[in-house]
T-cell receptor, first 115, second 114 residues
Framework: DTGVSQNPRHKITKRGQNVTFRCDPISEHNRLYWYRQTLGQGPEFLTY????????KSRLLSDRFSAERPKGSFSTLEIQRTEQGDSAMYLCASSPHRGRGTEAFFGQGTRLTVV | ELKVEQNPLFLSMQEGKNYTIYCNYSTTSDRLYWYRQDPGKSLESLFVLLSNGAVKQEGRLMASLDTKARLSTLHITAAVHDLSATYFCAVDTVSGAGSYQLTFGKGTKLSVIP
């Protein structure tokens, strides 16, 4: 399977714990995005990487959130001191670097439940 | 701030009927995407619309883009149960820092009933 891969698919954690998610984009895709989706809503942009450079972070991404993409390959999203409001589906997407108008391909997502 | 509004948000339609979902957005853009999402699943790309007047068709679905009106439509012809899903439109923007992002509407939950 050569699609966007996310792990884990599901994560249940206690409030206050740290969690880390991983995203493996489609090979050779330079662009990588993280989105968050809550029930009944559309995905909300969190952050964007072009190769290893994080070019933008949404205001939704508080200081407890950090994302990395070492060497421009896979990416990780870490949430520290989780809160119940962090419960959501976290989606990763990637697209090739061909200017605008290139569709983004989404992974299956990581569903986070904070109890 | 870019706003993307879809309507209706909920749509229940009978098999065999036609209907249109509307997507309005608040900024100049000539890049718009439609995605489908099944319950508990990720997003599947349906259409990529890259210019004013673009029209794409796949099976019973047809999407169009009017950049002057800042409006895209997704038309459903002779609906079948398999089309039941949530449909999202998303507008593509780029910031001055060269960051690309998609801004999504809230989605239209479509239920096709016999």
């Amino acid at each position: 399977d050569t699609g966007v891969s996310q792990n884990p698919r599901h994560k249940i954690t206690k409030r206050g714990q740290n969690v880390t998610f991983r995203c493996d984009p489609i090979s050779e895709h330079n662009r990588l995005y993280w989105y968050r989706q809550t029930l009944g809503q559309g995905p909300e942009f969190l952050t964007y990487f072009q190769n290893e450079a994080q070019l933008e972070k949404s205001r939704l991404l508080s200081d407890r959130f950090s994302a990395e993409r070492p060497k421009g390959s896979f990416s990780t999203l870490e949430i520290q001191r989780t809160e119940q409001g962090d419960s959501a589906m976290y989606l990763c997407a990637s697209s090739p670097h061909r200017g605008r108008g290139t569709e983004a391909f989404f992974g299956q997502g990581t569903r986070l439940t904070v109890v | 701030e870019l706003k993307v509004e879809q309507n209706p948000l909920f749509l229940s339609m009978q098999e065999g009927k036609n209907y249109t979902i509307y997507c309005n957005y608040s900024t100049t853009s000539d890049r718009l995407y439609w995605y489908r999402q099944d319950p508990g699943k990720s997003l599947e790309s349906l259409f990529v619309l890259l210019s004013n007047g673009a029209v794409k068709q796949e099976g019973r679905l047809m999407a169009s883009l009017d950049t002057k009106a800042r409006l895209s439509t997704l038309h459903i012809t002779a609906a079948v149960h398999d089309l039941s899903a949530t449909y999202f439109c998303a507008v593509d923007t780029v910031s001055g820092a060269g960051s690309y992002q998609l801004t999504f509407g809230k989605g239209t939950k479509l239920s096709v009933i016999p």
